[in-house]
């Protein structure tokens, strides 16, 4: 069974640091590609940063220099570290898969920059 679980979000004041966890299963590199998306109210769903899973990191223009993702095979664990928040930051973050060709994804955690 294809499971994605995040944790790690919550209420952070703008300019300061968030780190997201997702652990899969089966095996975080049996996955083609992982990665993180997020949806504010009112918007679709965007990507935040992915990776394939021989591949380099991709990242949103709204992401770069300030989110990294990174995964630790031995966890089947992946990571958003987001620094220097703001509060258009804010959004659900969803964890995401591609698994024998199928997209899965995490529930979902709330992340809210507000000072």
């Known amino acids: 069974q294809v499971q994605l679980v995040e944790s790690g979000g919550g209420l952070v004041q703008p300019g300061g640091s968030l780190t997201l966890s997702c652990t899969a299963s089966?095996?975080?590199?049996?996955?083609?590609?992982t990665g993180w998306y997020r949806q504010a109210p009112g918007e679709t769903r965007e990507l935040v940063a992915r990776?394939?899973?021989?591949?380099?990191?991709v990242y949103a223009d709204s992401a770069k220099g300030r989110f990294t993702i990174s995964r630790d095979n031995a966890k089947n664990t992946i990571y958003l570290v987001m620094n220097g928040l703001k509060p258009e930051d804010t959004a659900a973050y969803y964890c995401?898969?591609?698994?024998?060709?199928?997209?899965?994804w995490g529930q979902g955690t709330q992340v809210t920059v507000s000072s």
């Open positions: 995401y898969g591609n698994y024998s060709g199928r997209d899965y």
């Open positions: 089966p095996s975080i590199f049996s996955f083609y590609a």
């Open positions: 990776r394939a899973r021989w591949g380099s990191p």
